[in-house]
């Protein structure tokens, strides 16, 4: 037991000592401005998220166990699994990518938070009961029972990208807190932060996760709340700031979709918010907490309360997006060089030191334990769908948790690639949903409902979908279009990510009713 309690005092001294020598660093051998305050607390809160985090993965449970390490040995109980879910989505995307839209584009184009809310509602009431029954072990088990694990493989695609892009999304938020707090550029920022969160994901197990989540919705709400109050007086108060937002911005002022407000961007609006309800759902880092449930009653209302707690929390970037965006910055030294820094920069320059202190120390540590959830959700994937029956199939338990560990670097990598190279927390947490709703939302849909789809079905709707959305390009990743839709401006504004998710569907339906004889349906079994 005491060896257990130094290996959890490890880790935490280790990223402090790296944290400082990088603070050390800049006040000696550079000129830049480092928020000092806002360090420590960083140092503080990080401490105290890392020693959870480190503590509970030495003292629960048996993390050489791979069902310990996915699912906590299914034995969370319903306090801890909202917490955990509702700081699965609350996050770095969504609390700075919040603040960023509400600052560039208008409220009407601010739909994530509130359809990320609503696909955790759908969720609830629709999957989460009939995933937990069956007990299994990700969100791919479904499509390998009724597809094949070759199949299944392919579906892993949309899966990894999307929880790659959430990754990523949450580095960038969190390299934009770094870029504020230690006066870095974004890039550095971004790497620093990778590495730390990247080793903190490593330290292992769900139950840490979960733990840390608790921690980080405390944290997280708290230093948003106590800015609100300064941030408003800064601007003379809500009804001096809203004034002036709705001059600013006019008819997107509001979250209501209009014609005025849109113009020909009308119906991609609602392609978006058909995206963020339903691309939502189809995510191992949000089918991991409703498969570690005690139990299928447990799982939907986890998943229904969640979603409230998510509506709330928007609150406050949104407060803070409207009070940058009609600020005057000048008196304060000039308009923040990248609008993902709105948040921090907020935080920092219009409250008093004591409450930037709190807040960009509470958030920063906030969003990186945010990464823990993502990265471990695709690695178990990664894992379990594609290493254990493809690649070696007589793996040991203990042998799979320790593949599942070095996934956790692989992903890492890869995400912060990405985040190096798009520039918008916003995009990306658009992109995180975008492949997943129209590639394998379909195909999760008829696994679990469709009890004559087949594996024939499931690779025709794969690929319908792929070719109609890839058709439509994607700017944020440099991808050109090929089909010819109907294109303004550089933008396509048929509604092509909803036709490609529809199209997969009924091309899965369709298709598996016609090559019934040639790969009869498998039934779906309870995973022992």
Do not use: H
Not at 32 to 54: I, K, P, Q, T
Not at 291 to 304: E, F, H, M, P, Q
């Amino acid at each position: 037991m005491k060896n257990n309690r130094l290996k959890s005092l490890l880790p935490t001294a280790i990223m402090l000592c790296f944290l400082s020598a990088v603070g050390l660093y800049l006040y000696f051998f550079t000129e830049r401005e480092v928020f000092w305050g806002g360090f420590v607390a960083m140092l503080f809160f990080y401490g105290l998220v890392f020693f959870m985090g480190s503590f509970i993965a030495a003292r629960r449970g048996n993390q050489d166990s791979e069902e310990e390490v996915l699912l906590a040995g299914r034995s969370l109980p319903l306090w801890i699994a909202i917490f955990t879910m509702s700081a699965t989505w609350v996050g770095g995307g969504y609390i700075n990518g919040t603040a960023e839209a509400t600052y560039n584009s208008g409220l009407v184009k601010v739909q994530a938070p509130w359809g990320y809310a609503l696909s955790l509602v759908v969720g609830g009431l629709f999957f989460a009961k009939k995933m937990r029954y069956y007990q299994f072990r990700t969100m791919l088990d479904p499509l390998e029972q009724r597809f094949g694990s070759k199949v299944a493989a392919l579906f892993f695609l949309p899966a990894l990208t999307g929880e790659v892009f959430w990754t990523a999304a949450i580095l960038s938020a969190l390299g934009s807190t770094f870029a504020t707090v230690l006066g870095l550029d974004i890039e550095s920022s971004i790497i620093l932060s990778a590495i730390i969160a990247i080793a903190y994901t490593a330290l292992g197990g769900l139950w840490a996760v979960a733990m840390t989540d608790v921690i980080q919705m405390v944290l997280l709400l708290l230093g948003l709340f106590i800015t609100i109050p300064y941030a408003l007086e800064f601007v003379g108060g809500w009804d001096a700031a809203w004034a002036a937002y709705k001059v600013k911005n006019g008819a997107s002022a509001t979250l209501i979709p209009s014609r005025e407000a849109l113009g020909n961007d009308w119906w991609q609006w609602w392609d978006y918010a058909f995206l963020l309800v339903f691309g939502g759902v189809a995510w191992q880092v949000y089918f991991q907490r409703v498969l570690s449930a005690k139990d299928g009653n447990t799982a939907r209302n986890l998943s229904i309360i969640a979603g409230v707690v998510c509506l709330v929390a928007a609150i406050p970037p949104i407060v803070i997006g409207v009070v940058g965006a009609v600020a005057d910055w000048s008196s304060i030294g000039g308009v923040p060089a990248n609008s993902l820094e709105v948040l921090p920069s907020v935080m920092r320059y219009m409250t008093p030191n004591w409450v930037a202190t709190i807040g960009l120390g509470a958030v920063a540590a906030a969003v990186m334990s945010s990464a823990d959830s993502s990265i471990l959700s695709s690695s178990s994937m990664a894992s379990w769908n594609i290493y254990r029956p493809l690649i070696k199939p007589e793996v040991t338990s203990k042998e799979l948790a320790g593949v599942i560990k070095k996934c956790i670097w692989i992903v890492g990598i890869a995400a912060t690639l990405i985040a190096l190279k798009v520039k918008s927390i916003y995009e990306l947490w658009f992109l995180c949903s975008d492949f997943v709703y129209c590639l394998l939302f379909p195909a999760l849909v008829c696994a679990l409902f469709d009890k004559k789809a087949n594996k024939y079905g499931a690779i025709a709707g794969f690929l319908v979908a792929a070719i109609l959305r890839f058709g439509g390009g994607e700017a944020t990743l440099g991808i050109p279009t090929f089909i010819n839709y109907y294109v303004e401006n550089g933008t396509v504004l048929l509604p092509f990510r909803t036709m490609a998710m529809v199209s997969g569907l009924l091309s899965i339906v369709l298709v598996s009713r016609l090559t019934q004889q040639q790969a009869p349906p498998q039934a779906l079994f309870v995973v022992e």
